[in-house]
Each structure stands twice: as C-alpha cells, then as structure tokens.
C-alpha cells in the first residue's frame, strides 16, 4: 500500500541526461595554456573516436523518449544519432558544455591538467571574456525549464557534456526532480531523473 505521506509514483515521465561519447582527440599532447585554447577549439569542432557504441541502457532510454534532445556540439550530436539514430533531435545550443577558458600560467601540461585548472579559475570567476559561472547558472535554469516542460508530456533523453550535466542537477533539484539512477560521469553514462507526486 502507498503511504500518502510518502507517494513514490512519477507524475511525469522521466529525464535522462547522458554524457557524450569519447571525443576524437588527442589527450596526450603538452601544450602551454595557449595551446589549450586551441586544442579545446579543436575538440568543440570534434565528433567521436571511432569504434563506440552506446550502451543499450542509453539505447533503450532512447527508444522510449518522446523527445530526444542534444547540445548544438558536434560529439553531442553523434552521441544522440548513435543512440537514436531513426530519431529527428532537438538541437539545442542552450544544453552546450560551460567554457574552459585556460590561466595564463606558464608551462606545458596535458589537456586533461588544463580542464582541471581551467574549470577551477572559472568556478572562482576567471571567464577572461567568455560566459560566466553565474550566466552558465542561469542558462542551466533556462535548459532545465525546457526539459521539465517536455517531461510533462512523456520520457525525455538529452545527450550533453559532463560539467553542464552536473549543473542539471541542481536546477533540476529545485523543480521537484530527484536522481533515480546514478550512472556516474564517465563518457556515455547517464542518470535519470524522476518527478515524484
């Protein structure tokens, strides 16, 4: 029996946000800080490695969304065709990762040392003239509006990028959604969020 102080049954259907597959680009290089900004241009305009396949757990959300959504970047795109790939997207450039825009720190490091200390100047508030946290916050709360009035209607899946997920969450938090499944933020896993009455 339901305890009516405590109703577990969705009142909608669910939103199930993926990461991308992996990108088709090299994370091996040492590159200074400008080379950073070149090579995160590189990897915007990058689709996936070859050889990926979605998993069938993304596959199956897929096939039981009425909208599939995807970032406007190219690796987002492919990510949602090979996972729905007899569905028409919707694109959307509001669902895009959250800048990187390196420090102007001297040295050589791997692309992977540079996201890290590029995601934390920019959390501290160093967009050097790109979007900043607080308009990237605002646009998470703008993209998680557009999830939740299409969730109103069936299932949802959108295929974006790691950071810009994790800033989902708490949007998606305070419209009443709750994480049901925890896939972690490895490429192609994903969670799934419910609206609980």
Not at 3 to 20: K, L
Not at 51 to 75: I, K
Not at 105 to 127: D, E
Request: net charge neutral; hydrophobic share 40%.
């Amino acid at each position: 029996m339901t305890d009516p102080n405590h109703p577990t049954e969705p009142v909608c259907g669910s939103i199930t946000i993926a990461r991308h597959g992996m990108p088709d680009a090299d994370r091996t290089v040492k590159i200074d800080w400008e080379g950073y900004e070149h090579w995160w241009k590189g990897y915007d305009a990058a689709g996936l490695a070859p050889g990926q396949e979605p998993p069938d757990e993304l596959v199956q959300a897929a096939a039981e969304a009425r909208v599939v959504f995807a970032s406007s970047l190219p690796r987002a795109i492919e990510t949602a065709r090979a996972a729905a790939p007899d569905r028409r997207l919707v694109i959307d450039p509001d669902f895009v990762e959250a800048p990187l825009p390196p420090p102007q720190m001297s040295g050589t490091l791997k692309p992977g040392t540079w996201g890290v200390y590029a995601r934390i100047f920019w959390w501290l508030g160093f967009s050097r003239g790109l979007e900043t946290r607080r308009e990237a916050e605002l646009r998470a709360e703008r993209a998680a509006d557009k999830l939740v009035i299409a969730a109103e209607e069936g299932n949802v899946v959108l295929c974006a990028h790691g950071w810009f997920n994790r800033m989902l969450r708490p949007a998606l938090k305070r419209r009443g959604w709750r994480c049901v499944q925890d896939g972690g933020d490895t490429y192609w896993s994903n969670r799934r969020y419910e609206k609980i009455r």
